[in-house]
């Protein structure tokens, strides 16, 4: 059954579209030399900068997009490096995450658990039940969907529970709008050849089908933007989903050589966050930069319905 969180008012003006912020791959490991007693270098860990857009934003939902502390997601390392970053109590109550590969990881890093054990038990009930990770929730005229795609530990097959979930609280939903986040991106771009994640394709064909507007995702340390993709990767200007790669919340910046047919943005230059206005039928965008720099915006409208 979905999990639906009743968040908190607008901290903008009341009668405005609510505004949530999203990146991934955010703090250091704290034994990583650049983390640098929390301020970072210029090139890594910079982690506390964008936590700063975050307490400046006045956003309705914070959304981070997995590999959220480095190495392994151990406890010490989320009290000593995201929590003084992302983790001030005003971020932490709106905050909505998943989980990434770095969260499972137990060795390598500082206090590694099992099983993302130190991320389950530091956002508590906002990640949803432990071994899952998945839940859903609304904002307006949005419906919100939490993915783990670490599909090694976690199922992401085709009828396996995660799936069937997905398409259930797709099948229920009945707002016009649809949003879906998860770590691992279908499509990249990649070292040699642009990249495809079969592993996720399942969650993506669901959508797909129901006409979701937007995934996102993290994984890759650059900002990446799609065109509207179909089921299969190709572009569908009329009825396909919009992707967007946000891994730019920290640690540090690399793109692939070789971009995805479909891609329309990429930078691998500022770290920051994507902040999106979740209008009734439609939505903006803006990945604004630690300087204040807007360095992509766009619109568009949400589809007519769901299937």
Same mark, same amino acid.
């Given at each position: 059954?979905?999990?639906?969180?009743?968040?908190?008012?607008?901290?903008?003006?009341?009668?405005?579209?609510?505004?949530?912020?999203?990146?991934?791959?955010?703090?250091?490991?704290?034994?990583?030399?650049?983390?640098?007693?929390?301020?970072?270098?210029?090139?890594?860990?910079?982690?506390?900068?964008?936590?700063?857009?975050?307490?400046?934003?006045?956003?309705?939902?914070? @959304?981070?997009?997995?590999?959220?502390?480095?190495?392994?997601?151990?406890?010490?390392?989320?009290? $000593?490096?995201?929590?003084?970053?992302?983790?001030?109590?005003?971020?932490?109550?709106?905050?909505?995450?998943?989980?990434?590969?770095?969260?499972? $990881?137990?060795?390598?890093?500082?206090?590694?658990?099992?099983?993302?054990?130190?991320?389950?038990?530091?956002?508590?009930?906002?990640?949803?039940?432990?071994?899952?990770?998945?839940?859903?929730?609304?904002?307006?005229?949005?419906? @919100?969907?939490?993915?783990?795609?670490?599909?090694?530990?976690?199922?992401?097959?085709?009828?396996?529970?995660?799936?069937?979930?997905?398409? #259930?609280?797709?099948?229920?939903?009945?707002?016009?709008?649809?949003?879906?986040?998860?770590?691992?991106?279908?499509?990249?771009?990649?070292?040699?050849?642009?990249?495809?994640?079969? @592993?996720?394709?399942?969650?993506?064909?669901?959508?797909?089908?129901?006409?979701?507007?937007?995934?996102?995702?993290?994984?890759?340390?650059?900002?990446?933007?799609?065109?509207?993709?179909?089921?299969?990767?190709?572009?569908?200007?009329?009825?396909?989903?919009?992707?967007?790669?946000?891994?730019?919340?920290?640690?540090?910046?690399?793109?692939? #050589?070789?971009?995805?047919?479909?891609?329309?943005?990429?930078?691998?230059?500022?770290?920051?966050?994507?902040?999106?206005?979740?209008?009734?039928?439609?939505?903006?965008?803006?990945?604004?930069?630690?300087?204040?720099?807007?360095?992509?915006?766009?619109?568009?409208?949400? @589809?007519?319905?769901?299937?």
């Amino acid at each position: 059954m979905a999990t639906v969180w009743i968040l908190p008012p607008d901290a903008a003006i009341a009668g405005s579209a609510p505004v949530i912020a999203a990146a991934g791959d955010i703090a250091c490991d704290p034994a990583n030399p650049a983390f640098n007693n929390g301020k970072g270098t210029r090139s890594e860990c910079r982690q506390r900068y964008t936590g700063n857009m975050l307490e400046r934003g006045g956003f309705r939902a914070v @959304l981070p997009l997995g590999d959220i502390q480095y190495e392994c997601g151990g406890a010490a390392a989320f009290n $000593q490096s995201y929590d003084p970053a992302w983790g001030a109590p005003a971020v932490k109550t709106i905050t909505r995450p998943v989980p990434g590969n770095h969260e499972y $990881q137990n060795s390598g890093g500082t206090d590694c658990g099992k099983n993302a054990s130190a991320y389950f038990s530091y956002f508590g009930s906002a990640a949803a039940e432990p071994g899952k990770g998945w839940y859903s929730y609304n904002i307006g005229s949005w419906h @919100l969907i939490a993915l783990n795609s670490n599909c090694a530990r976690i199922s992401c097959v085709e009828g396996g529970p995660q799936e069937q979930w997905l398409a #259930n609280d797709l099948e229920r939903n009945s707002r016009r709008c649809t949003l879906a986040y998860f770590h691992h991106p279908a499509f990249s771009a990649g070292a040699t050849s642009p990249s495809m994640n079969p @592993l996720v394709l399942p969650f993506w064909r669901d959508l797909y089908q129901a006409r979701a507007e937007l995934v996102l995702n993290g994984h890759k340390h650059n900002y990446q933007r799609m065109k509207k993709l179909d089921a299969t990767g190709s572009p569908d200007k009329v009825r396909g989903i919009r992707q967007f790669i946000v891994g730019t919340g920290g640690s540090d910046l690399s793109l692939g #050589n070789t971009p995805y047919p479909g891609t329309q943005v990429s930078d691998d230059d500022h770290f920051g966050i994507l902040k999106l206005t979740l209008r009734q039928a439609s939505y903006k965008w803006r990945f604004v930069a630690l300087s204040g720099q807007i360095v992509d915006q766009g619109s568009e409208d949400c @589809l007519a319905g769901h299937s």
